[in-house]
Every structure is written in C-alpha cells, then in structure tokens.
C-alpha cells in the first residue's frame, strides 16, 4: 500500500459573491511509497501551491480524497487536524517560520512541546538530529543571530523531531543563497536515504533535479513526471529543464 494517495483532487475557488469560481486543480492523482522523495514542479498559477495547502490539510478539497498511511483526510475532523498534523506531517517553508523570541533549541522542540512530549524524550530526539544537521553549536542561539543556511537547516531539525510519516517543503531554498542551498539539497538527499519520504514543491531546477521522481503540475492537472531511475544530476536537470520548456511553449502533454 503507498504511503501518500491523491485520487482525482479537484479545487474550486468561489468568490463571495458567489459569482466566479476559479478551479485550481481539476483531477490531480498520484501516490507515493514510503521512502520517495518527490519535487513537484509548475509556473504560477498552475495549482502547485494550492495542491500543497491540501496536503498540508490546511484546506479541504472540493473533491476527491488524500490518503496518508491509509487513513482519508475527510474522515478526519477538523477539530482534530492540528493533531493529526503533529503526528503525521513536517514542514519547512520557504520563509523559515522561525519564531525569534525562542532559541534554535527552543524552536526545534516546539512541536514536541504542543504535543506534551516528555522533556528527556525531546533531548533524545534531538541530539542526533542535531549533529546530522550540524547546528549543535547553535542551540542556545537566536534566529536572528544566525544566517539563513542555519535558520534552514533548525526548520528542518523542528520538522523531523516528531519523526512525522511525511515531510512537505514549499520552496525550502528559495531564500538561501547558492552555497547555502547545494547543503540543504545534499542534506534532503541524505535524510531521504535514512528513509524519511519527502515532498518538495520547488521552482528550482537544480533542487528539483536532487529529488527521485519530479511531478509537473500544469492547468490543475499532473502534466508529466520524470523519474530518476539510473539517470545522473546532469542528466536529470537536462529533462526537467525540456519538460519545462515544452510546458512554457504551450506544448501538448505527453504520452
């Protein structure tokens, strides 16, 4: 059984006047395994962010179901979702969501702390956490004292401390410069070979070509994918960069 089932998510949009809707997505369905790690890639405006805010059950969809670990998303209530979002999914943004007022240690427990976790079982959890991301130097930190490469790189610790079933990342490099971006990619890469299932929606190239499998989303609906298979970084940033170019021309879908 896979781990992630979108079956024909559609999105619509209604303004509140009732007089135009928007239909974000129109009949998205893919799955994912447990241990894949997926980019899924679209310019503005093609559903991708939208399709990340269902994941995330921050939104219902119109229509159609998302299964993770087997459990539909609409048998969950919504006063239940915080929870279940705890448990189940972690998250890194693009903007950190850093809170300054706490210390990278505090930051990264926060979950845990939501949660009523157990203060030993939180340093448990983080002390490998930390020295695989390198940022046990950092602990009694502020956010604003340290730069955006290690701000990152606390947004991922805080997301895989609940060592949660899925982790979501909304453009995770977008505010990194090129260094700082090559080791988080290297480390998703390295947290996805430990076993942790990621999803990344990116417009990056160059992030998207580290991931095992790459999903265009064009118009509300999976346009391609491409998988990694025995195929190099060069290799894979070549392919993404025709299929984009071929969506950018107006091109029909592929067979």
């Known amino acids: 059984m896979a781990l ?4 024909h998510l559609k999105k619509t ?5 009732g007089t135009n809707q928007v239909e974000a997505l129109k009949d998205v369905t893919f799955s994912m395994e447990e241990g894949e790690y997926t980019a899924v890639m679209g310019e503005s405006g093609s559903g991708k962010t939208t399709l990340l805010n269902l994941l995330a059950s921050f939104d219902r969809p119109t229509s159609g179901d998302i299964i993770l670990n087997g459990l539909p998303f609409r048998k969950i209530q919504d006063k239940d979702l915080a929870v279940y979002r705890r448990k189940n999914l ?5 903007d950190f969501n850093l809170l300054d007022t706490l210390s990278v240690r505090d930051n990264i427990f926060l979950p845990l702390v939501l949660a009523g976790e157990k203060t030993e079982e939180m340093k448990k959890r983080l002390s490998p956490l930390v020295k695989v991301l390198r940022i046990s130097d950092l602990l009694d930190k502020f956010p604003y004292e340290i730069s955006g490469g290690q701000k990152q790189r606390t947004a991922i610790a805080r997301a895989l401390i ?4 899925l982790i979501l990342a909304d453009e995770p490099t977008g505010a990194l410069d090129s260094r700082a971006s090559y080791e988080l990619l290297h480390m998703f890469e390295q947290i996805n070979q430990a076993g942790q299932t990621i999803l990344m929606v990116t417009h990056s190239t160059t992030a998207a070509s ?11 609906t999976v346009y391609h994918q491409i998988y990694r298979g025995d195929k190099s970084r060069d290799e894979m940033f070549r392919k993404i960069s025709e299929t984009l170019t071929v969506m950018a021309s107006g091109g029909k879908e592929y067979a």
């Open 162 to 165: 609940t060592e949660p079933k």
């Open 4 to 7: 992630l089932e979108v079956r």
């Open 210 to 220: 580290h991931a095992k499998r790459v999903l265009f989303i064009k118009d509300g």
């Open 13 to 17: 949009y209604t303004n509140r006047f």
């Open 90 to 94: 972690g998250f890194v943004f693009q």
